[in-house]
């Protein structure tokens, strides 16, 4: 069975660097069948979409935070990563990572870990 | 930018058949697939829809997805409405860049 494991601090300051790790076990994270997402949704509101990278190289980032963000994979510890800079209080979210048999498609979502942005 | 349209909230009586829309903007709905995500309160999105009209294992067949070209909308619909329908529904498609899109979301309160 899948299983997708979001971790990271909780807490980061404005300003700061957020970074979060997700864990895949129970899957074959290494091939090349798979895009691999985060996404994240602020309280109460919807979902957003951050990007997504092939085990190939090839990534996606959503225009709006492109800036900002970096994904990576460290495919020895079956986990990839995001490293997002210069946060604000609007970055405060649940932040989930998934797995995506097709670029347009977020089969498999992590439970999600909530990040607060504060001084 | 392509951008996906849902209502706020619908409801509907258990037993009842309900049907959320999800309406297309810049640009054509029909060009890429539309997925559905339900989310019950505190937990993560899971698929109930995907590639406009396939059920994923286990999603009971009483979740059907369509897409109205003329309308450029897609819906979800839900027959034999149940108490553990109550959730958060999002319709999700890409742009013609690979960026993911999402609608606003659905609430679904069941009567």
């Known amino acids: 069975q899948l299983q997708l494991q979001e971790s990271g601090p909780g807490l980061v300051k404005p300003s700061e660097t957020l970074s979060l790790t997700c864990t895949v076990s129970?899957?074959?994270?290494?091939?090349?069948?798979?895009?691999w997402g985060w996404l994240r949704q602020p309280p109460g509101k919807g979902l957003e979409w951050i990007g997504s990278?092939?085990?190939?190289?090839?990534?996606h980032y959503n225009p709006s935070l492109k800036s900002r963000i970096t994904l990576s994979v460290d495919t020895s510890k079956n986990q990839f990563s995001l490293k997002m800079r210069s946060v604000t209080v609007a970055d405060t979210a649940v932040y989930y990572c998934?797995?995506?048999?097709?670029?347009?498609?977020?089969?498999?979502w992590g439970q999600g870990t909530l990040v607060t942005v504060s001084s | 930018n392509f951008m996906l349209t849902q209502p706020h909230s619908v409801s509907e009586s258990p037993g009842k058949t309900l049907t959320i829309s999800c309406t297309g903007s810049?640009?054509?709905?029909?060009?890429?697939?539309v997925q559905w995500y339900q989310q019950r309160p505190g937990s993560a999105p899971t698929t109930v829809i995907y590639?406009?009209?396939?059920?994923p294992s286990g999603v009971p067949d009483r979740f059907t997805g369509s897409i109205d070209s003329s309308f450029n909308s897609a819906s979800l619909t839900i027959s034999g409405l149940k108490p553990e329908d109550e959730a958060d529904y999002y319709c999700?498609?890409?742009?013609?860049?690979?960026?993911?899109?999402f609608g606003g979301g659905t609430k679904v309160t069941v009567l």
């Open positions: 998934a797995r995506q048999p097709r670029t347009y498609w977020f089969e498999t």
């Open positions: 129970g899957g074959s994270f290494s091939s090349n069948t798979y895009y």
């Open positions: 990278f092939y085990y190939s190289g090839s990534t």
């Open positions: 810049g640009g054509s709905i029909a060009s890429n697939y």
């Open positions: 590639e406009d009209s396939q059920r």
């Open positions: 999700q498609s890409y742009d013609g860049t690979n960026q993911g899109v």
